[in-house]
């Protein structure tokens, strides 16, 4: 039976001795919890050091499972690397702007739990609808963003949901000034040829 001091900290977490590694199915699970909103486990993870690689490798794969639900090869190819790089320009600039906002998160305090939190969009593997689904996984990262701000920064839930807010209408206007270059360029480029 479930005590009520259990049940405040979350679900069991797997215990590590120091120089241990866990195995990426723990992390796997982790991660998980992290999807259900558990604070406790996005706390420890954010901590956790040994969380950096499954953070990498979890991006890397939903860059692959994009791939796959084009039936690209060049995109199962080149997604990893995009989707990691990606990853880190995205957390970077949550990391600026959160600091700004007054959080104590460092860089790796957040791309950790965010990292671990990356299979939802390997969503994005089914065929078809794929991309479709995605879209609403980054939605919901987008929340899992806000409380992870929220959780190790330090800061009120709505600075933490400002942060967040801010990051996606910074990336929104990056693409679209990027789209509109790569369209004038291709306009120039059809009339000049």
Known sequence: MITEGQAE????????KPGEHMDFGTYLQKGLQILQL??????????????LL????FFAVAGLANGAGQFSFR???VGP???TLLSFVIVGLLSVLSRLFGSTATFL???RPLGLAAPVQ???AVPFIGPFLGFFALIYLAVVAALTVETTGGISRA????????LVGISLFLFLVFFAMVGSLLLFRTLFS
């Open 9 to 16: 900290q979350g679900p069991a977490q797997p215990e590590v």
């Open 38 to 51: 558990d604070v406790k486990t996005i706390r420890d993870t954010s901590k956790d050091e040994e969380a």
């Open 54 to 57: 499954p953070a990498l490798l």
């Open 75 to 77: 995109v199962m190819i």
């Open 81 to 83: 690397i995009l989707a």
């Open 109 to 111: 305090e957040l791309y």
């Open 122 to 124: 390997w969503v994005q």
């Open 159 to 166: 600075k933490a949901a400002a942060v967040v807010a801010l």
